[in-house]
């Protein structure tokens, strides 16, 4: 079906949605009763709890979703669904998986590393680093510490590279260099004065921050955070993809649209040089889960730079929504503790990776179909069935079986999850 064929309002509204919602970090806000990291934890891992809600994302409608969860003393690991819905081939635990977003948390790393050493200051203005990028009075203003935690207010270069919704197959062999990336989103009308709170999120300061780092350290970005992150943390199926394919055996990545794109369209094969520093890392579950272990206890960054990346301010989601976010990483706190990490989404894959550092319980899960649910009336995404799922899984996940329970006694909505981007689908 092609997209001619939708109607004026259906395409104007999914072309809206599409740029706004690509690598999108979406507000982790506390569910009523949601307690800090102090509050009780629940003991050891209920895999019969796990296996069950994980086959519900699955039977909810979704097609394919792996998971890895530890709690510092045990682990376990699972998959549900099909990784193709043509030729029925099963997902697995271990499949390598498009980390979108999650990649800032690497390169912020990365960045921070370089702080530590004193070869960056955190707050020392851009423009000292790259005045041939951001120029002028902006580069004066906007420091490293406002690319991090979304405070420059430079616009995201996405909207630019994803004006409508034939670009986004337009561009899916199409290399796009790092400083073509900053000076779209330079070139556009910035979201605020540097420094202003709320922040506004945007894509277009990490792809800056890779350019700090190769300006810095006379490496490219990518390779640097390979050589100075990733492997430092001995993850062995994460890396930045050398070509459009991803490295190792993956699920296809069906993206929906809202029903734009029926049946949904595969995206697995991508080009993702429009992401870059900002989103295209490849990884496992069970490698993001031990990323964020080392990084949050302190094996890959000193004490300061660790205790600066947790400090919060408010920034906007691309849906209007405020929510606290640090340099890379931002807080989720569930019924059982406040949980850091990030989320992360790209067309057709959708993770999530966080940890609560004083109990050792972490989770991360990954899902192979995005934008599945219906619009009402008013062309709002409505709750699916597979949200709900989703929900029991990551508090089986993060806090055990009576915390699911409990959500499901009280008809707790949906945890908030990546990309529900409610704010931008006005038609």
Request: aromatic share 8%; with cysteine; charged share 15%.
């Amino acid at each position: 079906m092609t997209i001619r064929r939708f109607s004026t309002f259906a395409s104007r509204l999914a072309a809206a949605t599409l740029a706004a919602s690509l690598l999108a970090a979406q507000p982790a806000a506390a569910q009523p009763g949601a307690a800090q990291s102090s509050a009780a934890q629940p003991a050891g891992l209920d895999t019969e709890s796990l296996r069950r809600t994980l086959d519900a994302v699955h039977a909810a409608g979704m097609y394919g979703t792996y998971a890895h969860v530890a709690d510092g003393r045990q682990s376990w690991q699972g998959a549900a669904g099909v990784a193709d819905i043509d030729t029925r081939r099963p997902v697995h635990p271990g499949m390598v998986h498009r980390a979108g977003s999650i990649t800032k948390t690497f390169t912020a790393v990365a960045v921070m590393q370089q702080v530590g050493k004193g070869t960056i200051e955190l707050d020392a203005p851009i423009g000292r680093y790259l005045p041939d990028v951001v120029p002028g009075e902006r580069g004066r203003r906007i420091t490293v510490r406002m690319l991090l935690n979304h405070t420059s207010h430079i616009a995201n270069h996405t909207e630019l590279v994803f004006p409508a919704i034939e670009s986004l197959e337009a561009n899916r062999f199409r290399t796009f260099q790092a400083r073509e990336l900053a000076r779209s989103g330079l070139a556009a009308p910035p979201t605020g004065e540097p420094g202003a709170l709320p922040g506004a999120y945007s894509n277009t300061n990490y792809i800056l921050a890779g350019l700090l780092l190769e300006k810095v350290t006379g490496v490219g970005a990518e390779r640097y955070i390979t050589d100075h992150v990733i492997r430092k943390a001995g993850l062995r199926h994460t890396a930045f993809p050398r070509t459009p394919h991803i490295p190792g055996p993956n699920s296809k990545a069906y993206e929906a649209l809202f029903g734009l794109f029926d049946p949904p369209r595969d995206f697995s094969v991508y080009n993702m040089s429009w992401a870059g520093t900002a989103g295209a890392v490849t990884s496992t579950m069970a490698d993001l889960n031990r990323f964020f272990r080392l990084l949050l206890g302190g094996a890959l960054l000193d004490a300061g730079p660790l205790a600066e990346m947790q400090r919060t301010v408010p920034v906007r989601s691309f849906s209007g929504a405020v929510f606290d976010y640090g340099l890379g990483i931002f807080p989720l706190d569930l019924p059982c503790g406040r949980f850091w990490g990030h989320d992360g989404s790209v067309p057709g894959m959708e993770t999530l990776s966080f940890l609560d550092p004083g109990s050792g319980r972490q989770f991360s899960l990954g899902l192979n179909l995005r934008h599945y649910q219906q619009l009402d009336e008013n062309g709002l995404p409505t709750a699916h069935a597979i949200d709900f799922a989703i929900r029991d899984h990551l508090l089986a996940a993060a806090c055990g079986p009576d915390a699911t329970a409990a959500a499901a006694r009280t008809a707790a909505p949906p945890l908030p999850l990546p990309l529900m981007d409610r704010g931008t689908l006005t038609p």
